[in-house]
């Protein structure tokens, strides 16, 4: 199994360009998560799924968009890029609930928006 | 809403104890605790339910007191590669959302 996957490691964009960070996982699980990460403040949730056809909002959900038409795969859509944005994002899966299950993180994806 | 950490970083000698908090203002349901370390993704340490089942590596303890919604990571015996940073993570009851604090970052030196 490869597990968590994360394309690309690195991009750098323009304000106001668009781009989607792909996420798979061949481990057949159920809920699948976006984070991002900013020194000194820690693991911020953006999005989850838990299950495909459903997806909500985490604590930061502003400036970006997901969707989940199938198990394996949950891409993150940044609408219009910000320097606010410039952060590294992390995909997680557990196998049924983020309550009560291991969540496996991806490598990551470092983004510069400048 | 994210559950505070303390300390915000610790230092220690190989061998010596540490004890790392985390407390929430709402009612929890679960208590996970990850591991990263610089430029690598977080590895699971452990979960703590509500009711009392834990999840998790042998050599980790943990504690959750449900009534002040706070729990302990007890790292005993420390060794260098004990070093990174360490989170906690909360779910609230009737939730799926994962919300992690800012970390403790440990540092085990020789």
């Known amino acids: 199994n490869a597990g968590v996957t994360q394309t690309p490691k690195f991009q750098v964009l323009k304000t106001g360009q668009s781009m989607t960070l792909q996420c798979a996982q061949d481990?057949?699980?159920?809920?699948m998560s976006w984070y991002r990460q900013d020194p000194g403040m820690g693991l911020r949730l953006i999005h989850y799924?838990?299950?495909?056809?459903?997806?909500d909002q985490g604590e930061v959900p502003n400036g970006y968009n997901v969707s989940r038409s199938t198990t394996e795969d949950f891409p993150l859509r940044l609408l219009s890029a910000a320097p606010s944005q410039t952060s590294v994002y992390f995909c997680?899966?557990?196998?049924?609930?983020?309550?009560?299950?291991?969540?496996?993180f991806g490598p990551g994806t470092r983004l510069t928006v400048l | 809403q994210q559950p505070v950490q303390s300390p915000q970083a610790v230092i220690l000698r190989e061998g010596e104890d540490a004890v790392i908090n985390c407390s929430s203002s709402?009612?929890?349901?679960?208590v996970h605790w990850y591991r990263q370390k610089h430029g690598e993704a977080p590895v699971f340490l452990m979960i703590?339910?509500?009711?009392?089942e834990q999840k998790g590596h042998e050599k980790i303890s943990a504690s959750f007191n449900e009534k002040k919604q706070q729990s302990s990571l007890y790292l005993t015996a420390s060794q260098l590669s004990y070093s990174g940073t360490y989170f906690c993570?909360?779910?609230?009851?009737?939730?799926?959302?994962?919300?992690f604090g800012k970390g403790t970052k440990l540092t085990v030196n020789p």
């Open positions: 799924s838990v299950g495909a056809g459903i997806t």
């Open positions: 481990m057949n699980h159920e809920y």
């Open positions: 993570g909360t779910v609230q009851g009737g939730s799926e959302k994962l919300v």
């Open positions: 703590l339910l509500k009711g009392g």
């Open positions: 997680a899966s557990s196998p049924f609930r983020g309550s009560t299950d291991t969540q496996y």
């Open positions: 709402k009612a929890l349901y679960s």
